[in-house]
Structure formats: structure tokens, C-alpha cells
């Protein structure tokens, strides 16, 4: 199995965020996680990317156990990831969001850096020349000189999602990706997502509201609710089950 | 052919600086060197609160360490100068440790009490630690030699500080263009998403203190030559603020702040004149000033200017780039 | 002779605990580190001396008149100052903070000029002998006046109304807002009280060190104080005071009083290091 969590629990003060989660992802599988607000679907990634320590449980990626790793030691496993609100690069160019994606595939130090030998200035070549590349892959052309925070919202999801895949990695967390995008974008990002599975050889894990759209991309969905996993099946399975929809529909809560 | 003559305007100045003390007074001489100075030490606080979002007000210290250590070295062990400034530069980077490491654990308000406490320690320890740094006497220190010739004059000491303040800018310049410079931008921008990216966060925060307190640490030595003279009072807590000012009111996170800031620190003073008295002061006056009116620093004054002269008379709208 | 240090360092304690108190009412109500704790003790120590010596008027008058002052001075700089800067990063306040002592003490170095104020106090400076140590009535009502100050701000703050909408802003300010609180009074209310207590610090200080524009550097002191007792305590900042007023105290005695300086520093580096959150908090908790 590519990707496993096993009995994941994470307590926060008393409020248990996140319940014995067990989860398989194979490789090349894009798998959803959708849920209620709140049920704990971003403290799940947050775990995974190693900004929180589980409280008990175990992860294991490719064979190695990273439930105690820095974010950064998980980053050079190949897990990457894009965020709920945009975490992008302010003070930076959009080009230059990318290439810091780069950072664990650049190998000049400080001192090669500051005299600026030969080496260092092929290897800044390079990385501009990929970054430039995933852009356009991604279909953000001709935006790479303007601050990132000049972009659009939904141009902003596909900086952050550029940038990851800078990260050369092996499996990508995307967090709520389709938020603040409309019709034409969403369907964009849906074949884009295929052409990562296809072209780049890339697992996609994903937390999202849109569940129309979650239908339409995905291999498995797991579903979350209260910290706890309530359902797991194909989109066909998910959208009859009886518990999924009590979830959703239930008396204490509203729509998602 | 493009590449060249972007470099010109740079060689243009270089050549500028490299021929004034030729023409110029002995007194402007001297305020340049201290403005040199003072900008070596604004470039390296820049990298370090401009990029990498660190606050310190310990770098006084490290300017106290950098001056100690490089002109006991030439005093107590007749090192030459050119020897003695980089051995104050390394141990002042080495000393950064001390407060790099807790830097990993706080940050904002507490990691500001910490270098603030650091500074005062230092400097209690140059005030009393008599046999090495003669207390409250002060140092003298000799000119620097090499072999036969001895800078004396402010003009001959001129070489030696703006030579390694342009390679020290030119350094500065290359670093905030690589690697390690997007890692401190974007450890300031968001520490979340950059570790997510794998920017291994304790050891850039650790080689941002290391290269202001390295830089802080040249300058300090550059400052004994400069005035032959040193006093714990240059390295109190108070320069730390007035060298954290300097950057704030320039512009922090500019590539251009940290010399405006500089041309400020080194002009004030003598524009003030029979006003000396006054001059702490008018620092702070301006500093709060532009800490609540103009925040991004005296650099982007011209653009605020521009800014709000456009919402005055509309221009056209730029055109947007292809799909 | 080890108890009579301890008691004169748990009578300078009491002073710092004042000011420690009031450096934490501000950060632990408004979210500002303010760096002009030290600054506000010095100037309300001038307010006193033009109060009682050069205007003549007795003790008491002074000493509510000045505490009266400090909290408009307070108002005046939460207006002036921290307002503009609500949503600025911490950098900025801290510089602005910064700044604001530093204009301060500039301000008394230019009015009243370096030299050295002295400042009576109306206790006798007679000591009484009780047992082993000796204690001077300036002594006992230093620690009286504190303890009566602490009362009275006890009593605000859980007895009454406005006590607790500060207590209320301190911990959740959204919440708070929506409750019908006005925040901005409430800061205002902060930076006053803040001040008043600083000034009362400041006319308990001044008789012992006598009156000039660096009164204000024992402010390390104060900083540690309130690290040590952790930043969300305010029972711990006053503990944290007078602790440190005992230890610094000590490290004077023993080993020197260039060494009582030091010790204070150590101390907060080392606190900041290992248990930034003090040593009466009950761990930091997790970010959700």
C-alpha cells in the first residue's frame, strides 16, 4: 500500500479533533476526503504534512513511518501540499513562488550564492526555466512577472498548486482546491488532475466542499464526521449512503 | 550585449566612490566612511528583520564584538588588519548562536526580549571586563598597516571600509537572489507553507542570524578603524534600536532601504549641529512618525507621491496579458 | 544579615511588582508588549516632583494628582499611538513602543536637564529593629501602599463592571465586542490604569534612587519579572516582582552589584529559552 494511516487520533485540549482515522491510498489513485464543516478534515492534513503531531496512531508513506517528522523532512519525502487560505509568497512574484518550490532541488549554499560562481548561475537558469514550464502547465502564462497577490483567487489555488508540484513530488495534499473558482476553472483543474495522475506519475489526496466536483474526480472518498471516518467507497457507493447523507442533512447541522 | 548594460550604472557608481576621496574635503571623507559603515551593518539587519521577519535588538553587540575582538587581535596578538577584521566577523557569527538558537523556539515579543537581554549582557561584559576592553577608558587602536605603508588618513582608511562595504553589498545582493534568499522571504511571508515546501526552518533562521551578526560584526571592526577608538557607549542597547530605526524608516525588506536609512543616520547628526542635543529625539520623532504614516519606509515615499497623484488625474488602464 | 537582604529585596520587589502588573495589564488586555513600561515609571516620578516640591503641595494631594496625570498620559498614548496600529505587525509596535520611550525620556532629559532630583518621602527614614533586621517606616509604607494599590485593583476587576469587561476583552476580544463592550474604552481603561500604576511605582522608586531621565532602565527588571511569572498571569507578575527584587538582592550581596544587572538578563534569556510561557502558566497550549 502506497500511502496507510492507521488508528490516527489527535486531541486537542480535550475536543478530540480527529478519532482512530485508518486510511489506504494506492498509488496513483486521486482520493477524497469530504465531511461537515469542522468534522476534521483540515487538522488530517495538518497532520500528515507534519504541522501537528498525532496524539496516537501511525502513518506510513512508501514503506517509512513519518507520523513524527518536521514538515520540512516530509516535504523531501514527496508529499506536498496547498493550503485552505491562501499561503502563497506575498512579497513575491508568481515565477518566483515556484522556484522557492525548488528549494530542495537547488544545491548551492550561501557561499555559492553570495560570490555568484558559474554553478550557481546555471542552476538559477535551470530552476527558471522549470518553474516557467509548471506555469504554464497549470495555465497561469503570461502571469509570472505579477505579484502573486495580484492574482485572481482561483488563479491564486493554481499558483499554490504550481508550486507544489515544484516540489518534484510523489503524492499531493490539495487543500479545498476548487474554493473561489467557477465553472470553467473547476473543470480545468478536473482535467489537470488527470494529467498529474497520467503524465506526472503523482497520488492526489484531496479535502473539498464541492462534492458535485469531488464526484466527477475521484477514484475513492472517505468521509469524515465529528474526527471520526464514517464512510469509504467509490462516488456511486458514497452518494446513496445512508449515513453520509444523515451527516450532512442532519438535524443539528446545515448544508455543507 | 542586454547583460552589460544593466551592470553599468553599478560600475558607474563604484568608479564614483572609487575616486572621491581624490576630490573631496577630508571631512566628507570621514562621513563617508561612516556611512559605509553603517550601511554594512543595515544590509545585514535587512537580511535578517527585512527578509527573514527575525527581530533583533542585539545587533549592537555584535558590532561591540566585531570591534573588540578585531582590534584586540591586532593590539594583544599584532595581527595584521586584514586578518583581524574577518576573525571578528567569524566569531561574531559563531556568538550569533546564542541567540539563533532560541530564536528557534520563540519569536516576535520574546524573541525581542531575548536579543534585547543578550545586548545588555555583552555590554555589561565590555564594561567590566577591564583587562581585555579597558572598561569605561576605552580602546585605542592603531592604524592598519600593510607591510610598510600605514593607513593614517581618513582618505587611505576610505579604501579599505568601501571596498569591503561594495563586496559585502554585492554579496548581500547575490544571497537575497538565490536559494537561501527566496528561503528567508518566504520564511517571513509564511513559515507554514515554507516548511511545506522543505525549507528546513531552524537552519535558515540560524544562517540568517549568523550572516547579520557576521556583517554587524565586519562593521564593528570597520568602526575601530575608523574613529581609532572604541567605548562600550557605541554598543549600547540603544544603538541596537537606533540600527533597527535605520532600517524601518529606509524601508524594510527593500533592496534600497538600508542606504537611505544609512544616508540619514550619518547626515542627521551633523545637519543638526548646535541641535546635537535634540538628536535622539528627532530620531524617534521620525521613527514613530513613519512607523504609523508611512510603515514600508522613506523609500516608498516617491511611490506613495505617485500613487496618490494618479488617483488625482486617471490614467489609462494597463492591459491585461493573454489567457 | 541573609534576612535583612531578603527583606530589602522583597521591599524593592514590591516596587517592581507594581510595574510588572502594569506592563502585563497591557499585554495581557491590549496584545502589546510596551516597551515604555520603564519610561511612564520616570516621567510620573517628575509629575510628583512638580507636584509636591515645586508646587508646594503636600504628599497625598501629589501623589493622586500624579497618578491622575499618568492615566491621562495613558489615554493619550493608546490614542495616539496604539490605535493606528492595531492591525500592524508585532515589528511595528514594538518599534513604536520603543520609540515612545525613547521620546519620553529625551522629553525629561530636556525639561528637567541629567542631574539628580532628590525626592523626600513623608515616612521617617528611622529604622525599627525587628529581631535581626532592620526596617524603616519609608519601608513599611512602601509595601503598605502597594498592598493597598493591589487591593484596590483586585476589587476592580472582580468586583465590578468594568472589571469585568476588561477581564472579559483580556480574554476573548471578538467575543467580548459582541457582548456590547466597547473596546476601545477598555483599552484606554488598560493603558490608564497602567500608567497610574507605573506612576505610583515611580513615586515609591524615587526616594530610594533619587529622580533622573534613567529611572526608567530598571524596566529589564520588570521585563523579567513578568516573563517569569508568565505573560498571562497577573498574580504571577507581582510574585515575579518580588522574586526577582529577592534574587537581584542577593546576587548583589554575594557576588556584586555589577553582577545584580546580569542576573536579571541571564534569567530572562534563560526563562525565554526553556519555558517561555513562565513558571506559573500550565504549558502553552495547542494550536488548533
Not at chain 2, 544590509?43 to 533583533?56: E, W
Not at chain 3, 494628582?65 to 489615554?75: D, E, P, V
Amino acid at each position: 500500500m502506497f500511502f496507510e494511516v492507521r488508528n490516527l487520533s489527535v486531541n486537542f485540549g480535550g475536543v478530540r479533533a480527529l478519532s482512530h482515522v485508518s486510511l489506504d491510498v494506492q498509488k496513483g489513485e486521486v482520493h477524497s476526503i469530504i465531511g461537515p464543516n469542522g468534522a476534521g478534515k483540515t487538522t488530517f492534513f495538518n497532520v500528515i504534512s507534519g504541522l501537528i503531531k498525532p496524539d496516537s496512531g501511525s502513518i506510513i508513506f512508501d514503506g517509512e513511518e513519518i507520523g513524527h517528522e518536521t514538515p520540512w523532512g516530509i516535504s523531501c519525502k514527496g508529499i506536498a501540499r496547498t493550503f485552505q487560505n491562501s499561503q502563497l509568497f506575498i512579497t513575491m512574484t508568481a515565477l518566483e513562488n515556484v522556484v522557492t518550490g525548488m528549494h530542495n532541488h537547488t544545491r548551492s549554499g550561501v557561499f555559492s550564492s553570495a560570490l555568484a560562481v558559474p554553478k550557481f548561475r546555471r542552476e538559477e537558469a535551470e530552476v527558471l526555466q522549470k518553474a516557467e514550464r509548471l506555469m504554464e502547465f497549470v495555465g497561469l502564462k503570461g502571469w509570472e512577472r505579477y505579484p502573486s497577490s495580484s492574482l485572481a483567487f482561483g488563479q491564486q489555488r493554481l499558483l499554490e498548486l504550481a508550486r507544489a508540484l515544484a516540489t518534484n513530488p510523489k503524492m499531493i495534499l490539495l487543500d479545498e482546491p476548487v474554493a473561489g473558482m467557477n465553472y470553467e476553472e473547476k473543470q480545468r483543474l478536473a482535467l489537470l488532475l488527470v494529467k498529474i495522475k497520467e503524465e506526472m506519475d503523482i497520488t492526489t489526496l484531496l479535502v473539498e466542499h464541492d462534492i458535485k466536483w469531488v464526484m466527477q474526480v475521484s477514484d475513492l472518498i472517505s468521509v469524515l464526521d465529528y474526527g471520526e471516518k464514517i464512510a469509504e467507497g467509490n462516488p456511486e457507493e458514497i452518494r446513496n449512503n445512508e449515513r453520509v447523507i444523515e451527516a450532512y442533512l442532519g438535524k443539528r447541522r446545515t448544508l455543507a | 550585449m542586454k547583460r552589460n548594460f544593466k551592470k553599468l550604472p553599478l560600475l558607474f557608481i563604484f568608479i564614483l566612490f572609487l575616486v572621491a576621496p581624490q576630490v573631496l574635503d577630508n571631512y566628507f571623507i570621514y562621513l563617508l566612511n561612516l556611512f559605509f559603515i553603517a550601511c554594512i551593518i543595515s544590509m545585514g539587519l535587512n537580511i535578517l528583520t527585512g527578509f527573514a521577519g527575525q527581530v533583533s535588538l542585539g545587533q549592537a553587540a555584535f558590532f561591540g564584538i566585531g570591534a573588540y575582538i578585531s582590534s584586540l587581535c591586532v593590539i594583544k596578538l599584532g595581527l595584521p588588519f586584514w586578518l583581524s577584521l574577518p576573525l571578528g566577523g567569524v566569531m561574531g557569527a559563531v556568538i550569533s548562536l546564542v541567540i539563533g538558537l532560541p530564536a528557534l523556539k520563540v519569536s516576535g515579543y520574546y524573541l525581542a526580549l531575548v536579543t534585547l537581554a543578550f545586548n545588555e549582557i555583552v555590554n555589561l561584559i565590555m564594561i567590566h571586563w577591564k583587562n581585555m576592553t579597558n572598561g569605561t577608558d576605552g580602546l585605542t587602536i592603531p592604524s592598519p598597516k600593510l607591510g610598510d605603508f600605514v593607513f593614517s588618513t581618513d582618505g587611505s582608511k576610505y579604501y579599505i571600509i568601501f571596498l569591503l562595504a561594495f563586496f559585502l553589498f554585492i554579496a548581500a545582493r547575490n544571497i537575497l537572489r538565490s536559494k537561501t534568499g527566496r528561503a528567508f522571504i518566504s520564511l517571513k511571508d509564511s513559515e507554514v507553507a515554507s516548511q511545506c515546501i522543505g525549507v528546513n526552518l531552524a537552519k535558515y533562521k540560524i544562517i540568517a542570524f549568523m550572516i547579520s551578526a557576521f556583517y554587524a560584526s565586519l562593521a564593528g571592526g570597520l568602526h575601530g578603524i575608523a574613529l581609532s577608538y572604541i567605548h562600550p557607549q557605541d554598543f549600547s542597547l540603544f544603538r541596537s534600536i537606533i540600527f533597527l530605526m535605520v532600517i524601518v524608516i529606509g524601508g524594510l525588506g527593500t533592496p534600497g532601504g538600508p542606504f537611505i536609512g544609512a544616508a540619514l543616520f550619518t547626515l542627521l547628526p551633523e545637519a543638526l549641529g548646535k541641535f546635537q542635543e535634540y538628536q535622539e529625539l528627532i530620531y524617534a520623532l521620525i521613527l514613530l512618525g513613519s512607523i504609523i504614516f508611512l510603515p514600508s519606509g522613506l523609500i516608498k515615499l516617491p511611490g506613495r507621491i505617485i500613487t496618490v497623484a494618479n488617483r488625482v488625474s486617471p490614467k489609462r488602464q494597463k492591459s491585461m496579458p493573454p489567457a | 544579615m541573609l534576612l535583612q537582604v531578603i527583606v530589602s529585596g522583597i521591599i524593592v520587589g514590591s516596587i517592581y511588582a507594581l510595574v510588572a502588573l502594569g506592563f502585563i495589564l497591557i499585554y495581557k488586555g491590549t496584545n502589546i508588549m510596551n516597551f515604555a513600561q520603564g519610561e511612564m515609571v520616570m516621567i510620573s516620578a517628575y509629575f510628583g516632583l512638580m507636584y509636591h516640591i515645586y508646587y508646594k503641595m503636600p504628599y497625598l494631594a501629589a501623589f493622586i494628582l500624579t497618578l491622575l496625570t499618568a492615566g491621562i498620559c495613558g489615554i493619550l498614548i493608546e490614542r495616539i499611538v496604539c490605535r493606528p496600529l492595531l492591525k500592524s505587525p508585532v515589528m511595528s509596535v514594538i518599534i513604536a513602543t520603543i520609540a515612545v520611550s525613547i521620546i519620553i525620556k529625551n522629553i525629561a532629559r530636556l525639561v528637567w536637564g541629567s542631574i539628580y532630583y532628590p525626592f523626600p518621602s513623608p515616612f521617617s527614614l528611622t529604622p525599627y529593629h525587628l529581631g535581626p533586621i532592620m526596617i524603616t517606616p519609608k519601608d513599611i509604607g512602601t509595601i503598605v501602599i502597594t498592598l493597598i494599590l493591589l487591593g484596590m485593583l483586585y476589587y476592580l476587576l472582580q468586583f465590578t463592571k468594568i472589571g469585568a469587561a476588561m477581564l472579559a476583552t483580556a480574554s476573548n476580544q471578538k467575543a467580548a465586542s459582541i457582548m456590547g463592550i466597547s473596546i476601545k474604552r477598555v483599552f484606554s481603561l488598560t493603558w490608564a490604569i497602567s500608567f497610574g500604576l507605573a506612576s505610583a511605582a515611580g513615586f515609591l522608586l524615587a526616594p530610594q534612587v533619587s529622580i533622573t531621565p534613567e529611572m526608567g532602565d530598571i524596566v529589564i527588571v520588570v521585563f523579567t519579572a513578568a516573563v517569569l511569572g508568565g505573560l498571562e498571569s497577573l498574580t504571577g507578575a507581582v510574585v515575579g516582582g518580588v522574586l526577582l527584587g529577592i534574587v537581584g538582592n542577593l546576587a548583589g550581596f554575594y557576588i556584586s552589584t555589577a553582577f545584580k544587572d546580569v542576573v536579571s538578563f541571564l534569567i530572562l534569556i534563560t526563562i525565554l529559552m526553556f519555558k517561555p510561557s513562565g513558571l506559573f502558566s500550565r504549558g502553552a497550549m495547542r494550536k488548533a
